[in-house]
């Protein structure tokens, strides 16, 4: 068994749990319960207020078909699980968004077997880890009112950097694809052998499947501009991947292969607490920090290229009060000079983004135009 093995063997399952299942669910509240003891992860332990959602889905237990909206959720220390997901529909697939119309309706019942497959398995996760409420923007903001969302999209920081945990959606390919999925079988095989001690055991030899790099960076989710703040503004994120589901914190990466792994690129996102890790840094990689991020995300893609000037607000508004700095759209007044020394790689003309929302964005700021940029 596991614990007669060699001290210098990884101790881990051969199989990963099936997504969805209760090992599943079990192995991730260790995670979580390890990070709410030992990390400073969680905004309770260091004692910062939560911001609660004007909106929240009371999902309850497993014993509920139905899910509700509630407002202005009366409990101030409840736990909710914000979602991360792809607004994409396929074929004949069709959105179920919250609206003046059917809010009321909301907020008497949702059916559970009415919702995308992608809604209903964040409610299974949810439910999983023992939480009762979650976030879901198209559900929980009401679409097509521009009051609404004005005053909602400015409070994108708190929703996210207040959650319990994110659940991320990275395998589904659509909002009704789901991301509890069947995986391919990892391969493995077994050896009997005798330990230093004389002890029997048997050993596995597994196929290597670790492969954040692959599995998350490179997802298509993670290709989106309005993912790369929630993903940064998030304290932990679970990440559900093609072969396995990774938990993302301020101390790592965990996999279901009982791996821990470290990223050096993209180090910001495991900033449980944003950003607090550039802090630590002199100005010059202060600034060199801030370019990073920007550069990272004028690489993203967006249905609406107007939403390139919103999508970073509650993350920059985040960096702009660390620095003790004023600024937007990109531009630091701090570090004015250094702002507006950007340019297009390569040879592709820069194309404005032709929108009436993008005439309050200075000229000098990259969020005006569509494509990558990088600092000289």
Not at 19 to 26: H, I, K, L, M, V
Not at 115 to 120: H, I, V
Not at 297 to 308: A, I
Not at 330 to 335: K, S
Request: glycine fraction near 6%.
């Amino acid at each position: 068994g596991i614990s007669a093995a060699p001290n210098d063997l990884q101790r881990s399952f051969p199989r990963v749990p099936d997504p969805g299942s209760e090992a599943e669910f079990a192995l991730m509240k260790m995670w979580l319960a390890d990070c709410d003891q030992n990390h400073k992860c969680s905004a309770k332990k260091l004692a910062q207020r939560i911001l609660l959602p004007t909106r929240l889905l009371f999902i309850g237990d497993d014993s509920n078909l139905s899910v509700k909206l509630v407002s202005k959720a009366q409990d101030c220390d409840l736990d909710y699980v914000a979602l991360s997901y792809r607004w994409k529909y396929l074929g004949d697939e069709k959105p179920l968004l919250l609206t003046d119309k059917n809010k009321e309706e909301f907020e008497r019942a949702i059916e559970l077997n009415k919702m995308p497959q992608t809604f209903q398995d964040a409610v299974k996760v949810t439910r999983g880890l023992g939480v009762q409420y979650l976030w879901i923007d198209s559900l929980c903001i009401i679409q097509g009112n521009k009051d609404d969302w004005n005053k909602e999209s400015q409070r994108m920081k708190d929703v996210y950097n207040g959650a319990y945990c994110t659940i991320s959606a990275t395998c589904a390919q659509s909002t009704h694809g789901g991301f509890l999925q069947k995986r391919p079988e990892r391969r493995f095989i077994g050896v009997d052998t005798i330990t230093p001690n004389g002890k029997e055991a048997r050993i596995y030899i597994c196929e290597a499947i670790d492969n954040f790099e692959e599995e998350v960076e490179k997802a298509k989710l993670h290709k989106r501009g309005w993912i790369f703040q929630e993903r940064a503004l998030s304290r932990r994120t679970l990440h559900f991947a093609k072969n396995q589901a990774y938990l993302e914190c301020g101390d790592g990466i965990c996999s279901e292969t009982m791996t821990k792994l470290f990223k050096r690129e993209s180090f910001f996102f495991s900033d449980a607490n944003f950003p607090e890790q550039a802090l630590e840094f002199h100005k010059g990689m202060k600034i060199k920090y801030y370019e990073t991020i920007c550069q990272k995300y004028s690489k993203l893609n967006f249905s609406n290229p107007e939403d390139r000037a919103v999508a970073m607000e509650g993350l920059e508004s985040k960096i702009l009060e660390a620095y003790q700095s004023g600024g937007q759209f990109g531009l630091l007044h701090n570090h004015f000079e250094r702002s507006i020394m950007w340019q297009r790689p390569g040879k592709d003309p820069m194309k404005l983004i032709e929108h009436s929302n993008m005439e309050k964005i200075p000229s000098l700021s990259w969020m005006k135009v569509k494509g990558a940029i990088k600092y000289l």
